[in-house]
C-alpha cells in the first residue's frame, strides 16, 4: 500500500523526512550501517556519538554486561576522537547523508562548562554539515560533567546559557532518566530548541562469586527493551510540562514501541540499543510506523503526537 | 566486503567434548569469509537475551557455503545456540572484523592456540597452506579429545591437500598430561623456539596465554598476530564496547580494528 500520510516532523527546527532518528553512542556515526541499509535516503535523522573538543579514552574493559530480562549495561564513558578528528574522519560521510535528505544531529560532550563551550564553538566552526546539536548533560558513565552537570535544573540551565549563543542552529538537550519535568522546563526558558530523553538507568550488575563489579566500573547505564516503560512515562511527563518537541528514547525495538512514544507526545523517536543486535530495526520501524500512521486515518504523523487519552 | 546481515541454515550441531560444541552451517557469505575474521549469531528463541554471539570459524568454504564454528557453552546465548538442530535458521552479522595477514617476512611460521582459541589457528594454518608458508604447530588442550585430534589432523592433513610441505611439526599440549606433553603452551614453544628459526607467530586462546606467548615472540624479535576477544554490543563498529587497550595510549576496538592485532601494539 503506498502511504499518503505525511512523515515529515520538525524537531525544534531539525527537518526530518519521518520520525526515526538513532540514539547518540548506539548507531556509530552511520556508516557502520551502509551494509544494512541506505542510511541517507531511510531515516529521518542521526545522531553521532558524543564528541569532546579534545579526544577522550573512555573507560578501561569490560564496558559491556549482558543483563538477564532484555538490557543490556555499559561504562563506554564517551571514547571519541574530539571534534576536529570527528570532522575529518566522517565530515564527508555526514554531509552525504544530508544530501540526500537525512538530518545529521552531532553530539557535544564535556566535563565541565568550558569544555562544553570549547566542543560548540569547534562544532559550530568545522562542522557544516551538522542540522543541529544535541547536549549531552546526561553520561553516567565520565567522572565529572555529563549527568552531574545536567543533574538539577539550575546546572542544565547553566550548561544551556553557556551554549545558546554559540549556535544559531537548532539545539536539542539530551536529559537523564529523572525529574524530566522540571528540568526540561528549566532548558526551555533558557532556550533549548527540542529535548531528547531518556538517556541510560544507572544500574548494577554484581558478579556474585568475584564479588565484583561485571563491569569494569561499580555502576553503569542500563538500556534496551526492558527500560522502554519507564522511557514512554518520562516522555508523557516532560511532554505535559514543556512546549518544546521531544525526542522519545529508551528501548525502542520496533514499530509499535516507537508509536508508543509519539502517542506519549515524542515529535521523534530514537533506536538505541537495538540497533546494535539488530541492525535493520530502524530501517523497519520507519516502515512499520508508516503503515501504522496510514491505518489510524491521519493525513500528517504529527496528529498523532501527545494523542495518548489519560 | 562490510558486515551485512545474512541468513544461515544449520547442517549439523554436536557435542565433541565436555561442553565444546561443533556446528557446521550453510550462508551465502561463506565466500567473503577470510581466515581470522568472525560472525556474529543471533540465537533465536528467548527475548530476554538480545545480543549476538560474536564466533570465529575453522574453515569458510566459499564452493559450497559451509561454514565450521566450534564453540564453548558458557552461558546462555552458547547454551541455546547448542540446543539448534539441522535444518534450523537464524541470521548472522558478517564478515566481522580484520582477519590474519600473511607475514610480511619469508620463513617459516609458529601458530600457538590454546582451548576454544583452535578454530581461528586451523583458519590461519589454511590460509599459510594456501600461500605455500611452511608451519609448526602447538596446540595447548585442557584434556586430549576427539575434536582437537581432529583439528590437528586437519592442520596436518592441510599441507597435503594444498601440495605443499606446510605443516612439520605439530605438538600437542594437555594440562592433565592425557595426551602429548603435560604443561603449557609457552613451555613447547620455547623447544620448537629453540630448534628452529621462525618469521612469524600466530596466536589465539585465553588472554593470559597469549600475553605469555606474545612476550617470547616480542623477547625474540619475532613478529606476532594475535586474535583478541572483549564483549562486543554490536561486532561492526557502533558502540565502542569492545575495546583493547593499546601500547601507545588509548583503545582500539577488537571488533572493527581487530581482533586480530599486532602483539606489540597491545597493553597486555
Ligand atoms: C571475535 C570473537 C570470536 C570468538 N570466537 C569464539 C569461538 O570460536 N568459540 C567460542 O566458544 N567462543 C568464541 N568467542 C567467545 C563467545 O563469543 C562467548 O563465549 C559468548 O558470546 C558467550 O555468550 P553466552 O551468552 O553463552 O554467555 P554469557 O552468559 O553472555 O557470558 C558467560 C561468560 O562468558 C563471558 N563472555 C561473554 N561474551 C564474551 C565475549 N564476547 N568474549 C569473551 N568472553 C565473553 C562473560 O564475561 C561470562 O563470564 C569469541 C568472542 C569474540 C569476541
Ligand atoms: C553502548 C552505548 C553507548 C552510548 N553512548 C551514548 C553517548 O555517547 N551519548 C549519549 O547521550 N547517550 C549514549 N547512550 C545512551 C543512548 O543514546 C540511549 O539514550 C539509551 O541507550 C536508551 O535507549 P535504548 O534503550 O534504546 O538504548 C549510549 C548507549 C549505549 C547502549
Ligand atoms: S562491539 Fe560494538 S564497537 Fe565493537
Not at chain 2, 190 to 209: D, F, K, P, Q, S
Request: glycine share 12%.
Amino acid at each position: 500500500m503506498v502511504s499518503t500520510v505525511n512523515m515529515a516532523v520538525n524537531l525544534g527546527g531539525i527537518q526530518m523526512r519521518n520520525p526515526i532518528n538513532t540514539a547518540s553512542g548506539t548507531f556509530g556515526n552511520g556508516m557502520q550501517f551502509e551494509g544494512f541499509y541506505d542510511v541517507g535516503t531511510t531515516l529521518g535523522a542521526i545522531t553521532c556519538k558524543g564528541v569532546a573538543a579534545e579526544p577522550w579514552d573512555g573507560n578501561p574493559a569490560p564496558r559491556l554486561a549482558e543483563l538477564n530480562g532484555a538490557a543490556i549495561m555499559n561504562s563506554v564513558g564517551l571514547q571519541n576522537p574530539g571534534v576536529r578528528e570527528f570532522v575529518e574522519r566522517y565530515g564527508d560521510y555526514l554531509q552525504g547523508l544530508r544530501d540526500r535528505g537525512c538530518a545529521v544531529i552531532c553530539q557535544v560532550a564535556g566535563h565541565s562548562l568550558r569544555e562544553y563551550e570549547r566542543a560548540m564553538d569547534l562544532f559550530e566552526e568545522l562542522a557544516p554539515f551538522a542540522s543541529g546539536f544535541e547536549i549531552n548533560i546526561s553520561c553516567p558513565n565520565i567522572a565529572a560533567g555529563g549527568a552531574a552537570m545536567g543533574a538539577t535544573p539550575a546546572g542544565a540551565a547553566e550548561v544551556m546559557r553557556a551554549i545558546r549563543p554559540r549556535t544559531g542552529r537548532p539545539v536539542v538537550v539530551k536529559m537523564a532518566p529523572h525529574d524530566v519535568a522540571e528540568i526540561g522546563r528549566a532548558l526551555e526558558a533558557e532556550g533549548a530548541d527540542a529535548l531528547s530523553l531518556i538517556n541510560t538507568i544507572p544500574g548494577m550488575a554484581i558478579d556474585i562469586n568475584t564479588r565484583r563489579s561485571r563491569l569494569a566500573r561499580p555502576t553503569a547505564g542500563v538500556s534496551g527493551p526492558a527500560i522502554h516503560a519507564i522511557a514512554v512515562r518520562m516522555v508523557w511527563e516532560c511532554a505535559q510540562a514543556v512546549s518544546i518537541p521531544l525526542c522519545g528514547i529508551g528501548g525502542v525495538a520496533n514499530w509499535e514501541d516507537a508509536a508508543e512514544m509519539i502517542l506519549a507526545g515524542a515529535t521523534a523517536v530514537s533506536v538505541g540499543t537495538a540497533n546494535l543486535y539488530d541492525p535493520t530495526c530502524a530501517a523497519r520501524v520507519v516502515e512499520g510506523l508508516t503503515a501504522w500512521a496510514t491505518q489510524q486515518g491521519v493525513s500528517e504523523i504529527g496528529e498523532l503526537v501527545g494523542a495518548f487519552e489519560a | 566486503m562490510s558486515a551485512t546481515l545474512h541468513d544461515f541454515e544449520v547442517l549439523a550441531c554436536k557435542l565433541v567434548a565436555e561442553d565444546i560444541w561443533h556446528m557446521s552451517i550453510h550462508t551465502e557469505v561463506a565466500a567473503a569469509l577470510q581466515p581470522g575474521q568472525f560472525v556474529n549469531i543471533h540465537v533465536p528463541g528467548d527475548g530476554a537475551h538480545i545480543l549476538r554471539v560474536p564466533l570465529s570459524f575453522s574453515n569458510a568454504n566459499g564452493r559450497n557455503g559451509i561454514v565450521d564454528l566450534y564453540f564453548a557453552t558458557v552461558g546462555e546465548g552458547t547454551r541455546r545456540l547448542a540446543a539448534m538442530a539441522p535444518g534450523d535458521r537464524s541470521t548472522l552479522v558478517g564478515p566481522c572484523g580484520n582477519g590474519w595477514k600473511l607475514p610480511t617476512e619469508g620463513g617459516r611460521a609458529l601458530l600457538v592456540a590454546g582451548g576454544i582459541g583452535l578454530p581461528p589457528i586451523v583458519a590461519a594454518a589454511r590460509m599459510l597452506a594456501t600461500a605455500g608458508i611452511g608451519f609448526d604447530a602447538v596446540v595447548g588442550a585442557h584434556t586430549a579429545t576427539k575434536h582437537v585430534e581432529d583439528l590437528i589432523d586437519c592442520l596436518r592433513t592441510l599441507s597435503k591437500d594444498e601440495g605443499c610441505d606446510c605443516a612439520r611439526k605439530v605438538v600437542l599440549t594437555t594440562d592433565d598430561g592425557t595426551r602429548g606433553i603435560a604443561g603449557f603452551t609457552t613451555q613447547a614453544m620455547e623447544v620448537l623456539l629453540a630448534e628452529n628459526a621462525y618469521a612469524c607467530v600466530y596466536t589465539c586462546g585465553r588472554h593470559a596465554m597469549m600475553a605469555g606467548v606474545a612476550n617470547i615472540a616480542k623477547g625474540r624479535g619475532i613478529a606476532c598476530q594475535v586474535s583478541m576477544e572483549a564483549m562486543m554490543g554490536c561486532g561492526f563498529g557502533a558502540c565502542s564496547c569492545c575495546n583493547v587497550a593499546l601500547v601507545s595510549g588509548g583503545y582500539a576496538l577488537c571488533c572493527s580494528d581487530g581482533p586480530v592485532f599486532d602483539a606489540e601494539e597491545v597493553a597486555w
